[in-house]
């Protein structure tokens, strides 16, 4: 059983349908009992740091989450989703993330990015293998949304960069948790083969 | 419909081509480099050299073994009794002694030949045979509706061939399907020099098997003046891909994983199983005895390409033997020169199936030819009939 954590910051249906149609069964994740149940976790987000840290809490999921991480089961972090998994965000107001990969979100750099949010199609470098990214190639287009970008502490933790006038961390991967922040289900082949490697994927590197 | 009397003779546009295989601008996915080949050469010459295919035999050895007595079959083989399919059937079953459910889907035009060699190729080999004809009714229909919205005519044929066994995979759990020719033996809509294979899908099915034009549309397109039942269409759509990712299923070329011969393997046909050649409407019967011998309407689908785009399946078949050195180019534009322009008796029976005037027919061929290609009626010789014209299916 698949995952999709509702935080109730939007769009889930495109990941739901995605995965769907890879032919697993999946849910929507509103409570902290439905975790135990799950083999895979995808947390997708659109919306602010803040008021998604929010909604964690307030569903009383922020440590089951963290508990689900620890049982070593696959995490994948969408836009957002890959935001939240830091330490740290400075959205809305400075709030403490799920603090799975160590890191701050921060805002782009006005003085670089020439339009902010970055929106669009743009490609992935990617600067690693990784388990998820199989068959997907090095420098192929994503679809991307979004104002602030994920800076990990670790660099070894780096999958993939993108270049948007400020070079940004795209891709991040830490033994069973990965975050994207393009959105892979609004990115066509490419998107669907990386969703469909997590839904098939033990967790290990 | 404007009949053709009316229309103003345009001046015949020589068509850029190929330098090494002869197909024209007009071609299908064809593109040409500075030096004027094209990329359906190019990419032979990549298979030729660049592919491991001892690896991609190794690869198939492997695969079938990953479903070997799992399920109801080992693998779905869909069948026309083509030398394509024919030969794929037989290599699976000699070379790996598989079970292998054989599924046909009979699109309304065998001729007595290829039934004649089917018949032999199921017993020798001994294997389970599912055979499927679709309602001749609504086969016409749809032909008509393809034929004015395309130019192409064979929508239902190449939709069934296509979705049928995916069906039948579903409904005998049999998650192997192993099709024969791949793709991109004859065109550009799979890039090999990816080293990805050609995987046989949804996807495909809807970038050119379809022309676009999926069963619901059909559907829509033909409500106005055709009664049916909507399941009528069921044989067309292609099945959820979540049943089939559910079912684990993997559809793929034979030719993916061995270098594809048709050449070669037409004889290997012929020596092992008794297959049979035949005589094609306006094809040289001599040099081409194995191609496209299962439709009695092929002739006519040639003849429509030659009036859309300029080239006929003569300049498709010498272009492969162009490719691969098996002719010189003067002889390749002599059998051109003679079989191209020339009607194909059996559009009269097509016409009747249609229940339309060749004036018509010319009509709706005009508005689907490809630029900067214009047909000359007037050029068009009357071609000769195959041995068993008398026996083809007439109306009335």
């Known amino acids: 059983m698949i995952g999709i954590a509702n935080l109730q910051i939007g769009n889930l249906r495109s990941v739901s349908n995605a995965v769907d149609s890879f032919g697993y069964d999946h849910c929507l994740v509103e409570s902290a009992e439905q975790l135990d149940s799950l083999t895979h976790l995808i947390m997708p987000g659109v919306g602010s740091f803040h008021r998604a840290m929010r909604n964690v809490s307030a569903l009383g999921l922020r440590e089951p989450i963290r508990d689900f991480v620890a049982s070593g089961r696959p995490l994948l972090g969408v836009c957002l989703g890959m935001q939240l998994l830091g330490s740290s965000g400075e959205e809305g107001e400075n709030t403490v993330g799920l603090d799975l990969l160590a890191g701050e979100v921060r805002k782009f750099d006005r003085t670089r990015v020439e339009s902010i949010p970055h929106v669009g199609w743009n490609s992935v470098e990617l600067e690693a293998d990784h388990p998820v990214f199989r068959d997907v190639r090095s420098g192929v287009d994503f679809y991307f949304v979004h104002s602030y970008h994920f800076r990990p502490a670790d660099q070894t933790s780096v999958v993939g960069f993108t270049d948007c006038g400020e070079k940004f961390v795209s891709a991040v991967a830490q033994n069973n948790v990965v975050g994207v922040q393009f959105h892979p289900e609004k990115s066509q082949a490419n998107g669907l083969r990386l969703l469909d490697n997590f839904c098939g994927w033990d967790g290990s590197c | ?396």
Not at chain 2, 33 to 47: H, L, P, Y
Not at chain 2, 154 to 176: D, E, F, Q, R
Not at chain 2, 264 to 279: K, P, S, V
């Open chain 2, 1 to 396: 419909m404007i009949g053709l009397t009316n229309r103003r003779a345009l001046p015949v546009v020589e068509l850029v081509r190929c330098t090494r295989c002869g197909l024209p601008e007009t071609y299908e996915t064809i593109e040409f480099d500075t030096a004027g080949v094209c990329n359906i050469c190019r990419q032979k010459e990549f298979r030729d050299a660049a592919i491991d295919w001892p690896a991609r035999r190794q690869q198939l050895a492997e695969l079938v073994e990953s479903y070997r007595g799992k399920h109801e079959y080992d693998c779905i083989v869909p069948f026309s009794g083509g030398k394509d399919s024919t030969f794929t059937l037989l290599y699976l079953v000699r070379e790996f002694g598989i079970k292998p459910l054989v599924v046909q889907f009979n699109h309304g035009f065998m001729r007595p030949t290829l039934l004649k060699n089917n018949e032999r190729t199921f017993r020798r080999l001994g294997v389970d045979v599912l055979s499927f004809r679709p309602n001749w009714r609504v086969v016409k229909r749809l032909m008509l509706e393809a034929l004015v919205r395309k130019g192409d005519f064979c929508w239902h044929c190449h939709t069934g061939i296509y979705s049928y066994p995916m069906h039948v995979a579903l409904k005998y759990n049999t998650p192997l399907i192993v099709w024969g020719e791949p793709s991109s033996e004859y065109t550009a809509y799979y890039d090999i020099r990816d080293d990805a294979m050609e995987q046989v899908d949804e996807t495909r099915f809807n970038r050119f098997i379809n022309l676009g034009i999926t069963a619901e549309d059909m559907g829509g397109m033909i409500s106005g003046d055709f009664e049916f039942d909507p399941r009528d269409l069921a044989p067309y759509t292609y099945p959820p891909v979540r049943d089939l990712r559910r079912l684990q299923y993997r559809s793929v070329c034979l030719g993916s994983f061995i270098p594809w011969d048709t050449k070669t393997q037409a004889q290997i046909i012929q020596d092992e199983l008794g297959w049979e050649g035949d005589e094609v409407e306006n094809m040289p019967a001599q040099l081409y005895p194995y191609e496209k011998i299962e439709c009695h309407v092929q002739g006519v689908r040639d003849y429509i390409t030659f009036l859309k785009r300029g080239y006929h399946r003569v300049t498709q078949m010498t272009a492969l033997d162009l490719r691969n050195g098996r002719m010189e180019k003067p002889e390749a534009d002599r059998l051109v020169r003679e079989f191209e322009n020339r009607r194909p008796p059996s559009l009269d029976i097509f016409l009747e199936y249609l229940n339309i005037t060749e004036d018509e027919f010319n009509s709706i061929v005009l508005n689907t030819v490809v630029p900067p290609h214009r047909p000359d009626f007037d050029a068009i010789k009357p071609g000769a009939k195959t041995w068993d014209f008398d026996l083809w299916w007439r109306e009335g």
